[in-house]
Nanobody, 128 residues
Framework: QVHLVESGGGSVEAGGSLRLSCVASVSKFTSTNYFMAWFRQAPGKEREGVAHIGRNGIETTYADAVKGRFTISRDIGKNTLYLQANNLKPEDTATYYC???????????????????WGQGTQVMVSS
């Protein structure tokens, strides 16, 4: 089991920045060789992948909507995932979820079915 807890959400004006964090707790006998990602879901919309980072913290993948503005990183020693979100736009308003997975489905770094563990979410609101 992998338990994920996000923090860092809040309300900002357009153009502002936020840093989201996600702390992972791994139960005994569970592998720590997992990849991670951030997803988001806006009211009335489907959940979408935002950014992914590989097991070694080197490989990254971004959704087109956030490329150049968001940066995903992880501190493997601290079991913590980060999302630095800069130049935020009103369309970034959503609940952001941290996720962890062990096997990619159809090679999908941003497919939600590649992830079996999810946090409870942290809300981000961007006003114009």
């Amino acid at each position: 089991q992998v338990h994920l807890v996000e923090s860092g959400g809040g309300s900002v004006e357009a153009g502002g920045s936020l840093r989201l964090s996600c702390v992972a707790s791994v139960s005994k006998f569970t592998s720590t060789n997992y990849f991670m990602a951030w997803f988001r879901q806006a009211p009335g919309k489907e959940r979408e992948g935002v950014a992914h980072i590989g097991r070694n913290g080197i490989e990254t993948t971004y959704a087109d909507a956030v490329k150049g503005r968001f940066t995903i990183s992880r501190d493997i020693g601290k079991n913590t995932l980060y999302l630095q979100a800069n130049n935020l736009k009103p369309e970034d308003t959503a609940t952001y979820y941290c996720a962890a997975g062990f096997a990619y489905q159809r090679n999908g770094r941003l497919r939600d079915d590649s992830y079996g563990y999810w946090g409870q979410g942290t809300q981000v609101m961007v006003s114009s």
